[in-house]
């Protein structure tokens, strides 16, 4: 495990601001995250809490967030429709 740590920190496999394609095999001990002020895909985080979303289970995940909150809302949506005509 502690390779993986000192290889990520000297830049290695999974390295942050790299504009790169996300490697998701990368150290991942807190999941990975959407950074709301990069624009990108983070392991670790580089932003404050309350700039970002996640953890994520994978890359891939935290990439596709926007989908996954419009199904979200729309499956949300369409229970408060069904439940105002129930009453």
Do not use: F, I, K
């Not at 979303?53 to 909150?69: D, F, I, M, V």
């Amino acid at each position: 495990m502690w390779t993986r740590v000192r290889q990520a920190l000297r830049g290695g496999r999974g390295r942050r601001g790299d504009g790169g394609p996300v490697d998701s095999t990368a150290w991942n001990p807190t999941g990975w995250w959407w950074c709301l002020d990069h624009e990108r895909v983070e392991n670790p985080p580089d932003a404050p809490g309350h700039r970002r979303l996640g953890p994520y289970e994978s890359a891939e995940q935290a990439a596709n967030w926007r989908s996954r909150l419009d199904d979200r809302n729309e499956q949300w949506d369409e229970d408060d429709r069904r439940w105002a005509g129930e009453r």
